[in-house]
């Protein structure tokens, strides 16, 4: 649609009357081409002395008046031909009923749209908005202002016209949830957030849960001029492979220990950690948080030792083989040369966290109980460090003192607050949810199946970015938990194409279907071309350098034959 139709309001509709509901009307146009789901009409209305425009948001449309189905029988005449030989205007035979939404009028003092509840009368003139108009109405923020978030344009409108910009003080405070089928484009979406999170206007504290190893592109933003500013700022990208990820032991509470035991251990068992773990902590070193693994199994061994000695030291008691098997399972998951586990190491809030930084925290070979525990024990601590900083209650120079917000992205949210499960991070999850606004810490959520993420969770995410969802149970789980965007557009969810999405709540001023722009880092996300991939294998080159490869074969003293394949040593 050229913007040219956009410049000023245009008339398309006559109102016909009452919808079904309160907060709805009808109109009647012949106009089939811009009375699109989706779309933003508007009607006036006297209020008390002022004349108000009061817009609309179009949801449903039917065919109410067509042309003879023996016009439309023959494939080869066109309808219009036939209307025209007797007499009909071709171009209007067709007439729509249009379902519009009421959403009320925008006032600028207060920045959002209020409702005065005064319906149309029937035969009332309906305007289709100008791009202009919705421009200055839709988004609570403009593009490059100061907690901007330009996410892309009105989906009714040619790209670009009516730009779609989130408010980052509301996505921040009050959270964030972008809900999608596989290769909707959730991640691609997720990386234009984060590249407006960096641009100079915003110059966010963003960290990135990233269990797929999709946002280690970002990296480019570090030497792209865009995100500079005069004054010399230039965004940063910290990368922690898995390999650099450390919790230090002490962070763990007596519910993380006991949800990383392997499975099988019985009451008895977790009755003697317990008891060990509540003596750790309770004396000085563990007020202090000076502890490690091998200090909670000393206080283990103890209670089996004590244990014999009260039967005589003949460790014949069968609470010693529980305490045994404990110290066993303790082992196995704690004392390894390749645990993530530290007396003493972890990352520093702050090199997580800091203005102008965003940093990607890669969990892919890191197995999934221990993701669930490292940010589970991660949003713990910033979660206190923030209460504390703003309670003024954190020395300057402790851990604890963390003098900003701060917003986390958490890549397939399902598996850390997974619906009718029981995992370590979904309280803490829960918890800065309902309460992260007063302190300063967001949470973003980003999962492929909405229907597998806690409820309690979802419903708190007051900002939502809605793609292509497939799934009834998804489609039902976003309906129960969204309050934001209406069922009649919700319904529009299984037509959306790939960049398409609804974005409703908090973050914008009314619901709007957008298309997201382009981004401008590489996606790190994409879907391999395997049919290429195997093209390519049988290409010439890549023959040639097979043989070349399996030429090169060096034989040693010993028997065993070691062979040089691109560079390895096998």
Same mark, same amino acid.
């Given at each position: 649609m050229s913007s040219q139709e956009h410049i000023t309001d245009a008339r398309t509709g006559t109102v016909k009357g009452p919808g079904e509901r309160p907060h709805?009307?009808?109109?009647?146009?012949?106009?089939?081409?811009?009375?699109?789901?989706?779309?933003?009409?508007?009607?006036?209305?006297?209020?008390?002395?002022?004349?108000?425009?009061?817009?609309?948001?179009?949801?449903?449309?039917?065919?109410?008046?067509?042309?003879?189905?023996?016009?439309?029988?023959?494939? /080869?005449?066109? &309808?219009?031909?036939?209307?025209?030989?007797?007499?009909?205007?071709?171009?209007?035979c067709e007439l729509y009923e249009i379902t519009v939404e009421t959403i009320g009028y925008f006032h600028? @003092?207060?920045?959002?749209?209020?409702?005065?509840?005064? &319906?149309?009368?029937?035969?009332?003139?309906?305007f289709l908005a100008s791009s202009e108009t919705l421009a200055g109405v839709l988004s609570s923020r403009r593009v490059d202002e100061t907690g901007a978030a330009h996410l892309g344009s009105l989906l009714t409108?040619?790209?670009?016209?009516?730009p779609v910009v989130l408010?980052?003080?509301?996505?921040?405070?009050? !959270?964030?949830?972008?809900?999608?089928?596989?290769?909707?484009?959730?991640?691609?979406?997720?990386?234009?957030?984060?590249?407006?999170?960096?641009? &100079? !206007?915003?110059?966010?504290?963003?960290?990135?849960?990233?269990p797929h190893g999709e946002y280690d592109t970002l990296r480019s933003i570090e030497s792209d001029p865009r995100f500079r500013a005069p004054d010399g700022y230039q965004p940063e990208v910290k990368i922690f492979t898995h390999d650099r990820v450390r919790v230090r032991f002490s962070s763990l509470t007596e519910a993380d220990i006991?949800?990383?035991?392997? /499975?099988?251990?019985?009451?008895?068992?977790? !009755?003697?950690?317990?008891?060990?773990?509540?003596?750790?902590?309770?004396? /000085?070193?563990?007020?202090?948080?000076?502890?490690?693994? !091998?200090?909670?199994?000393?206080?283990?061994?103890?209670?089996?030792?004590?244990?014999?000695?009260?039967?005589? $030291?003949g460790g014949s008691g069968g609470n010693a083989g529980s305490i045994d098997a404990l110290l066993w399972r303790l082992d196995n998951r704690f004392d390894r040369h390749d645990s993530i586990f530290s007396d003493s190491e972890h990352i520093e809030l702050k090199e997580l966290f800091r203005p102008g930084r965003c940093t990607v925290l890669q969990l892919s070979d890191i197995e999934q109980h221990e993701q669930q525990?490292?940010?589970?024990?991660?949003? @713990?601590?910033?979660?206190?460090?923030?209460?504390?900083?703003? @309670?003024? /209650?954190?020395?300057?120079?402790?851990?604890?003192?963390?003098?900003? &917000?701060?917003?986390?992205?958490?890549?397939e949210a399902h598996r850390f607050a997974p619906a009718g499960q029981s995992v370590v991070s979904t309280n803490i999850l829960k918890q800065i949810l309902s309460e992260g606004r007063k302190f300063g810490v967001g949470i973003g959520l980003i999962t492929q199946r909405p229907g597998k993420l806690d409820q309690d969770v979802l419903s708190q995410c007051m900002t939502q970015v809605i793609m292509r969802i497939v799934n009834p149970i998804d489609q039902d789980t976003v309906a129960k938990s969204v309050e934001g965007a209406g069922r009649q557009l919700l319904n529009e969810l299984p037509a959306l194409t790939k960049g398409q999405a609804i974005l409703s709540g908090v973050g914008v001023n009314t619901p709007v279907m957008c298309r997201v722009r382009e981004r401008l880092t590489k996606h790190g996300g994409e879907t391999f071309d395997a049919p290429g991939e195997w093209a390519r294998w049988h290409s010439e080159t890549e023959q040639q350098h097979?043989?070349?490869?399996?030429?090169?074969?060096?034989?040693?003293?010993?028997?065993?034959?070691?062979?040089?394949? @691109? $560079?390895?040593?096998?």
């Open positions: 709805e009307f009808l109109f009647i146009t012949a106009d089939n081409r811009r009375a699109r789901i989706g779309e933003f009409v508007y009607y006036m209305a006297r209020d008390g002395a002022d004349v108000r425009q009061i817009l609309g948001n179009i949801t449903a449309r039917k065919l109410v008046r067509n042309l003879p189905d023996a016009f439309l029988s023959d494939p /080869e005449t066109p &309808p219009a031909v036939i209307s025209a030989l007797i007499g009909l205007d071709g171009e209007g600028p @003092r207060m920045g959002d749209f209020v409702n005065p509840r005064i &319906p149309p009368n029937a035969g009332d003139a309906v409108r040619s790209a670009g016209e009516v408010s980052v003080k509301d996505v921040v405070s009050t !959270h964030l949830a972008i809900l999608a089928s596989t290769g909707a484009g959730k991640s691609y979406t997720a990386g234009v957030l984060v590249e407006e999170l960096m641009m &100079p !206007h915003n110059r966010a504290a963003v960290l990135i849960v990233d006991k949800y990383l035991l392997p /499975e099988g251990a019985s009451d008895k068992m977790l !009755h003697y950690l317990s008891q060990a773990y509540r003596k750790l902590t309770a004396g /000085e070193r563990g007020a202090r948080g000076l502890w490690g693994y !091998h200090d909670l199994r000393d206080l283990v061994t103890a209670e089996k030792y004590g244990d014999e000695d009260a039967r005589g $030291g525990v490292v940010v589970a024990t991660l949003l @713990r601590r910033v979660n206190k460090a923030r209460m504390a900083t703003v @309670r003024g /209650e954190a020395d300057t120079a402790s851990e604890s003192f963390l003098p900003y &917000p701060v917003f986390t992205l958490l890549e097979r043989e070349e490869d399996e030429a090169v074969v060096v034989k040693p003293a010993s028997t065993k034959k070691v062979e040089k394949f @691109r $560079g390895i040593q096998i």
